[in-house]
């Protein structure tokens, strides 16, 4: 069994593996920036060490990730989500240095991080994939006669792409043209590739994905399906489980679509195989070699603790449940309380966190970072916490999210928070059928004003006060 565990990574993922980490009496030890010298994950780790001054080479240099692992006693390492996570030469060292890595293997992790590959793989195994190119388009004049061949709209996408960045709907030639060289610029500075390919445009989708375990005994389970459906210029905002869209039929497919999808790569430990479903066909989108930032909602319904799988897998263990053993029960949403302003075009809001009250009661967990004091730092991702809650029906998870946003206090910045509340009071969104383009649809969800509660206004009277006076 692994005794002692790196986390590469840094936020709320760092605390959730912390966590993981304490109830299997494994110690754990942290890295950070000196931007992420006051952080919590920094604080709750058994052990903490630093990684230099630059907020972000550290996170992202990993031969150093892993030679800090050997010196300090590790024997298995954590990506998390984000930063190296896909990083196939991360997955690689670890093996060179006999450290575990918590993750499929760097092949698996290379084959499903090129889109094109991927595609190729799904084809060959009976997985259906959208209409598009076979490999990459060399150059803009490829693309336009490709396009020409697939038909408008098309999705121009970073062959290494994820996280909803290097990719564009084009609905001409014209734009097709015009958007190349931003693509391709994109796609060099995010993920150091220029390569691209397209994709027909599956208009309005709902995007379902599934979430896999596959341990090295050759077991493959699912946990059932997330919706992502509810997403802003293709980030997620509220994500939902299992899909109040599909009937017992979809789900049934979707699931043995992604154990299909899984095996036919040999993959081994957790990921999420994610599809579009459009006028009733269902099409593999990508395949996500690492835990997902919504892993909490599928925790919530099936009581698998995901990432506590994730390490016993890596120990060489086999899954605790097989796939007759696995059920759902009511609903589970998700909602990731962003510093941003959604009233000015989702602008970014860092900066100290004057109050952070974390809602509770039945059915509310929240997975977090901050605290009331920390200040958010404006060199990472501007996720705040997610708040989850379950209940056993949908309409009953729908009213206790409506609590638990208004429970929650986060002061000091602005937060989407308020915005979600309009979601949810929405009759569209309310009746559970809804797809990509919700949020494009609805633009008059922004417009609301924000009331403070007579304890915030006395609170900000107060310190107005004390600082008139000098105290």
Known sequence: MIKKILIANRGEIAVRIVRACAEMNIRSVAIYSDADRQALHV?????????????????????????????????????????????????????????????????VIRRMGDKTEARRSMIKAGVPVTPGTEGNVADVAEALREGDRIGYPVMLKATSGGGGRGIRRCNSREELEQAFPRVISEATKAFGSAEVFLEKCIVNPKHIEAQILADSFGNTVHLYERDCSIQRRNQKLIEIAPSPQLTPEQRAYIGDLAVRAAQAVGYENAGTVEFLLAEGEVYFMEMNTRVQVEHTITEEITGIDIVREQIRIASGLPLSIKQEDIQYRGFALQFRINAEDPRNNFLPSFGKITRYYAPGGPGVRTDTAIYTGYTIPPYYDSMCLKLIVWALTWEEALARGSRALDDMRVQGVKTTATYYQQILANDEFRSGRFNTSFVDNHPELLNYSIKRKPGELALAIAAAIAAHAGL
């Open 43 to 107: 604080k709750r780790a058994d052990e903490a060490y630093g990684i230099g001054d630059d907020p972000l080479a550290g996170y992202l240099n990993p031969r150093k990730l892993v030679n800090l692992a050997v010196e300090t006693g590790c024997d298995a390492l954590h990506p998390g989500y984000g930063f190296l996570s896909e990083n196939a030469e991360l997955a690689e060292i670890c093996a060179e240095r006999g450290i575990k890595f918590i993750g499929p293997s760097a092949e």
